[in-house]
Nanobody
Framework: QVQLVESGGGLVQAGGSLRLSCAAS????????MGWFRQAPGKEREFVTA????????YYADSVKGRFTISRDNAKNTVYLQMNSLKPEDTAVYYC???????????????????WGQGTQVTVSS
């Protein structure tokens, strides 16, 4: 059974940091391209960042570039999102997602991903 479980969300002050984790199970993790998305209240789910199957390429939304870092550990079947210099506008539910692909290039559309986690809340206070 395919499963993605996010953790690490919480409440943090502006300027602070959080590290999200997404643990995958149920198939060969290294065959999957991984992404992080977020959804704020009343808004559509939006792309945040993605990483290729081997960690060789990463992609970021302009709004988080230079502040967020995606990484993965295929031995642990886990993808991470390090978030620094957090802003109130980063407040959202953060979702990890996976796409069965070993190709390069950026996949930023929700519909391009095969599986999703349940999400973890990140709240940044001003």
């Amino acid at each position: 059974q395919v499963q993605l479980v996010e953790s690490g969300g919480g409440l943090v002050q502006a300027g602070g940091s959080l590290r999200l984790s997404c643990a995958a199970s149920g198939r060969t993790f290294s065959n999957y391209y991984m992404g992080w998305f977020r959804q704020a209240p009343g808004k559509e789910r939006e792309f945040v960042t993605a990483i290729t199957w081997d960690g060789g390429n990463t992609y970021y939304a302009d709004s988080v570039k230079g502040r967020f870092t995606i990484s993965r550990d295929n031995a642990k079947n886990t993808v991470y999102l390090q978030m620094n210099s957090l802003k109130p506008e980063d407040t959202a539910v953060y979702y990890c997602a996976e796409k069965f692909s070993t190709l390069r290039g950026v996949y930023y559309r929700v519909g391009e991903y095969d599986y999703w986690g349940q999400g973890t809340q990140v709240t940044v206070s001003s």
